[in-house]
Nanobody
Framework: QVQLVESGGGLVQPGGSLRLSCAASGFTFRLYTMRWYRQAPGKERELVAAIGNTGRSTNYADSVKGRFTISRDNAKNTVYLQMNSLKPEDTAVYYC?????????WGQGTQVTVSS
């Protein structure tokens, strides 16, 4: 079955960096667009970034453009989110997502807290 396992979250000071990873299994990873979402307390889940199956196409939320970079390694079935210049408003649980067989699949999430 489809499994997505995120890692790499933590506590970081404003201006710092983190790299999130999402290890995927249960589907042919190289054929699917992958996405990162986040959900802050009391807010709806929002799309942060997406990457096409080959890695050549990427899209970002306006709030993270120029600071976050999504990438993937199809040989490792892994998608990454490099987050630089982090701000307190980036604090959220970050989720990896794939739409497979018309269904959304999510990982368990990884907490990112940006605070001094």
């Amino acid at each position: 079955q489809v499994q997505l396992v995120e890692s790499g979250g933590g506590l970081v000071q404003p201006g710092g960096s983190l790299r999130l990873s999402c290890a995927a299994s249960g589907f042919t990873f190289r054929l699917y667009t992958m996405r990162w979402y986040r959900q802050a307390p009391g807010k709806e889940r929002e799309l942060v970034a997406a990457i096409g199956n080959t890695g050549r196409s990427t899209n970002y939320a306006d709030s993270v453009k120029g600071r976050f970079t999504i990438s993937r390694d199809n040989a490792k079935n892994t998608v990454y989110l490099q987050m630089n210049s982090l701000k307190p408003e980036d604090t959220a649980v970050y989720y990896c997502n794939v739409v497979f067989d018309a269904q959304h699949y999510w990982g368990q999430g990884t907490q990112v807290t940006v605070s001094s």
